[in-house]
DNA sequence: TTAACAAATGAACAATTATTCATATGTTCA
DNA sequence: TGAACATATGAATAATTGTTCATTTGTTAA
């Protein structure tokens, strides 16, 4: 949180950038939303319950049995994909069902494989 | 891991809909790769760091004077953001300049954008 | 109402991880 | 070469977090 000696001193910097950079930057808020948002999607468990979820609304013991986990654990996830408005629920009866909240899921996802299939490639590569 | 008592019974899960999950979802080496790109997404230091970037390259230190961070804190972070091919770099004398590795890490910033501004929306009406 | 079941939740534990501090590497210029 | 500086890295610590286990809540049907 400080710097002191470590870092260059006033002749290295290069304001304009530093200038640049802050005009285009989010706010601090939006930035913290950001990371917490990301951080969501950031968990294999999670991320696998997103996935079952891209063909359609199911229940919690549907993923569970889908996912191999428990219903605890999977209701744990699920709460946190709730909080975070990556998912919605329905109850019908006993069951909830849980779908994914909005199509711009999809767009991240969707994004994040194209990064992911364009990583593989260049570590093929490794130049 | 295991499925047993607390899990509902063979009457209850809705066979039609796991299998349909089954074969929209990606593999799980895909989906374990999704999840670690958007963990390194997951931070607000590293969050901050990419939006510092979104303007144009950057030096390690114009960007730990920006962000208030330690020469050694930015420097393990953009570690991970290498290693994860968000950001690549450019050598130029002593200093080392970072930037985005390729556009689409734009798309996942602008998708993640699109998502908070609509989540603050719904946490307005909270209906 | 009671039994049976699906889902949610709290506390505890284990594992992961961001930061700090100290030091090492690599580059430039005298 | 040696001094100064920018960046990288290893080890240790503190904080965060995913899972498990036990229990509770909420729903249906007898």
New interface residues.
């Given amino acids: 949180?400080?710097?002191d000696s470590?870092?260059?001193d006033e002749f290295?910097?290069?304001p304009q950038?530093?200038h640049?950079?802050?005009?285009?930057?989010?706010t601090q808020k939006?930035?913290?939303?950001?990371?917490?948002?990301?951080?969501?999607?950031?968990?294999?468990s999670?991320?696998?319950i997103i996935?079952?979820?891209?063909?359609?609304?199911?229940?919690v013991?549907?993923i569970?049995?889908?996912l191999?986990?428990?219903?605890?654990a999977v209701s744990h996830q699920l709460r946190l994909l709730r909080n975070?408005?990556l998912v919605k629920t329905r109850r019908e009866g006993k069951?909830v069902f849980y779908s994914l909240d909005?199509d711009?899921?999809y767009?991240?996802?969707n994004?994040?494989?194209?990064?992911?299939r364009?990583?593989?490639k260049?570590e093929n590569h490794h130049d």
């Fill in positions: 949180m400080k710097n470590m870092v260059c290295c910097p290069h950038m530093i640049a950079a802050q005009d285009i930057m989010p939006e930035m913290s939303a950001l990371a917490d948002t990301f951080k969501i999607f950031g968990d294999v999670r991320m696998k996935c079952a979820l891209l063909g359609g609304e199911m229940c013991c549907d569970s049995l889908l191999g986990m428990t219903q605890s975070a408005f069951s909005d711009h899921i767009s991240i996802i994004q994040g494989l194209v990064h992911i364009h990583t593989s260049e």
